[in-house]
């Protein structure tokens, strides 16, 4: 993996390990993803763990436009790329160059998907996000939309109005519009999963085999590693 220099052109090798998990809320993704953390670091292997949407920053800023219900798309999507850039330059890049393994629940492919099914034009946000680097890895836990909107719904009282896509006007009722604002998110993923390679994890296997899988696909990813940098110093 290598970053390139802005001014300079030049592409600078990057020591750490960048590894994603997507997919639609209730898939799995982040259970998986914790755990996997704690896998790592009952390891001793240096890693950091992000999530979108957690910027000290901009998170006030996105609370208080979403509690005012008159975000629009484009803002929405300015705001969580404002968020992501500032996680980025303060925390993602600097841990990767210091050669840790960086775990980003979710990545700029939930920008992707979500402003695209927001009428964003897709041109348009993927060139928002053309600095970001692309990880070694991008585990997309597919799962069946009616068994992730069972498990969020489970868990939820209510839905927030732009978690529902009410925003969209998908349909009066919460419960449906989230379900379709969801479904719509799943066809970009399928998409996506395509054209950037994304690695399937069945969202309905249990945890204990989704986790096998997890820990046996990093564990390639790093022994490749090892390998290469042995290989080099040899050379």
């Known amino acids: ?17 960048l590894i994603v998990v997507e997919g ?3 898939s799995g ?13 009952a390891k001793n292997i240096p890693v950091f763990f992000t999530e979108w949407n ?9 609370k208080k436009g979403k509690k005012s219900g008159i975000l629009t798309p484009i803002t929405f999507s300015l705001l969580h790329a404002t968020d992501f850039a500032d996680r980025y330059e303060r925390n993602i890049l600097p841990l990767l160059h210091a050669g840790y393994i960086v775990l980003a629940d979710r990545y700029v492919y939930t920008a992707y998907a979500r402003d695209i099914v927001r009428g964003c034009n897709p041109n348009w946000v993927k060139k928002i996000y053309e600095f970001a680097i692309k990880p070694e890895i991008v585990f997309y836990f597919k799962v069946p939309i009616d068994i992730a909107v069972d498990r969020i719904l489970s868990g939820r009282p209510r839905l927030k109005y ?9 349909s009066n009722d919460p419960y449906e519009s989230y ?9 970009q993923y399928e998409s996506l999963s395509v054209s950037e390679n994304f690695t399937i994890v069945d969202g309905t296997m249990e945890i204990e085999e989704s986790q096998r899988f997890l820990r046996s696909t990093v564990m390639k990813l790093l022994s490749l590693t090892t390998k290469n940098i042995m290989r080099s110093k040899s050379t």
């Open 1 to 17: 993996m290598t970053y390139t220099k802005k001014k300079t052109g030049k592409k600078i090798p990057i020591k750490g390990k």
């Open 24 to 26: 639609i809320d209730g």
């Open 29 to 41: 993704k982040s259970t998986q993803l914790r755990l996997l953390e704690k896998w790592l670091i």
């Open 54 to 62: 957690s910027s000290e920053t901009v998170k006030l800023i996105t």
């Open 162 to 170: 732009y978690e529902a896509g009410m925003d969209l006007n998908l």
């Open 179 to 187: 379900r379709i604002f969801q479904s719509r998110t799943i066809e």
